[in-house]
């Protein structure tokens, strides 16, 4: 007889007070009773949460799962007898094979490691400008609005041609759209307000194509709806992610101060430090798959149309998989994390990411070596994780050096 599994009833989204990097102790708890769990979803509908490094990896690299949004129920609303719709066109993270492919695929010679290499000198330029903003300013400032915020805003900016003078209402459009406080009826504008914006520039890029990731695209077969769902997701995914992984970085440095230190004292560090504060802090934290037929996993099988929580964050702090996972340890050996997925659905943007944050924080930390939280870490407000896409981040981070 099958012994019986732990029973999630809620999906917790609180970290502990005193706690801010490490996952709700309720998914914690979850974890140690085993990699898989059972989760009743809104509604009575049976599913099931995954906990654990290898089956997270596993649900993510078999197709039998799926990414398709009309399948996806949420773990925290019911919507009733509501008929889910399909990923509008373009916005391929939400989509199978062969739907999957048709947008992934133009983009792939985009975000090679060798591309993003090239851009490196930019983006040290990008980092720069606005560390020189932030000297000029003085202390104190909020990191997220003076630098986190910033960078990897300029960067996507230029990497799909936005013109200069429409980043800052881009910026705006995509804080809008990503804030889960707001209204419902606010965030359904904002997406649409931004989507009028990204249809008016590929019509921009049609007519004058500029040396931008977008202006490359109007020369695929892809339709200009299409091309704004793409523009939509990257514009998203690219500055949100990085921006919350700079500022709950520095955090997480700031309040780790000897890895702080080493990180200073040696460059060498950098490519290990990132990957680890990527593995720690696990800023895209949940994601849903759904069975498209019966699948053996974990020894229990998933029935066809059940959903699946699949946990990212305690599957980078698994046991089984990185000793003394809750520690932040930047001489850590070996990658291999979830942070950006797996499978096909792996980040396309991952490389860029890594690229600005092995820019970034030597800059931030070798600019200002007295770098300091302005306020008690107690008072940093975590930003409210409302719904599952929610990225995990703070809403401000002030801090102060010597001048």
Request: with cysteine; glycine share 6%; proline share 8%.
């Amino acid at each position: 007889m099958a012994e019986s599994l732990h029973t999630v009833t809620t999906l917790p989204t609180v970290r502990r007070p005193g706690c801010p990097f490490d996952p709700p102790t309720e998914l914690l708890e979850a974890r140690r009773h085993g990699p898989l769990s059972h989760y009743t979803f809104p509604g009575g509908k049976p599913g099931w949460l995954v906990t654990g490094y290898d089956l997270v990896r596993s649900v993510l690299a078999d197709p039998r799962f799926s990414a398709r949004k009309e399948l996806m129920l949420h773990p925290t609303i019911d919507y009733g007898d509501i008929e889910l719709s399909p990923a509008p066109p373009g916005e391929f993270l939400f989509m199978d094979e062969p739907r999957h492919g048709r947008y992934r695929k133009p983009l792939t010679g985009k975000f090679t490691a060798r591309r993003i290499r090239l851009l490196a000198e930019r983006l040290q330029e990008i980092t720069e400008e606005q560390l020189d903003a932030m000297e000029k300013t003085g202390p104190p400032v909020d990191l997220v609005t003076a630098f986190a915020k910033r960078v990897p805003a300029i960067t996507m900016g230029e990497i799909l041609g936005v013109p200069h003078e429409d980043r800052d209402t881009f910026q705006e459009l995509v804080d809008a759209f990503r804030n889960m406080e707001a209204p419902r009826d606010d965030l359904r504008a904002a997406y649409t307000a931004t989507q009028e914006h990204l249809a008016e520039l590929v019509a921009a890029k049609r007519a004058h194509p500029t040396d931008d990731v977008l202006s490359d695209l109007t020369g695929s077969d892809l339709t200009d709806e299409e091309l704004v769902g793409v523009a939509l997701i990257l514009l998203a995914a690219g500055f949100d992610t990085t921006m919350h992984m700079l500022a709950l970085g520095t955090f997480a440095l700031l309040r780790n101060p000897d890895q702080l230190a080493a990180l200073r004292d040696d460059p060498d560090l950098t490519d290990r430090a990132v990957e680890e504060l990527l593995r720690y802090l696990s800023v895209g934290k949940t994601f849903m798959r759904t069975a498209l037929e019966d699948v053996e996993l974990g020894g229990r099988t998933i029935e066809a149309g059940q959903p699946l929580i699949l946990s990212y964050n305690t599957a980078n702090r698994d046991p089984e998989r990185y000793a003394e996972p809750h520690v932040l340890d930047l001489q850590r050996k070996g990658g291999g994390h979830l942070a950006f997925g797996h499978g096909i659905h792996q980040c396309l943007g991952q490389q860029l990411a890594r690229v600005q944050l092995r820019v970034a924080f030597p800059a931030l930390l070798n600019r200002f070596p007295t770098l300091r939280l302005a306020v008690p870490a107690e008072e940093i407000v975590l930003r409210p994780e409302v719904d599952i896409a929610d990225v995990h981040g703070v809403k401000s981070l002030p801090v102060a050096w010597d001048t």
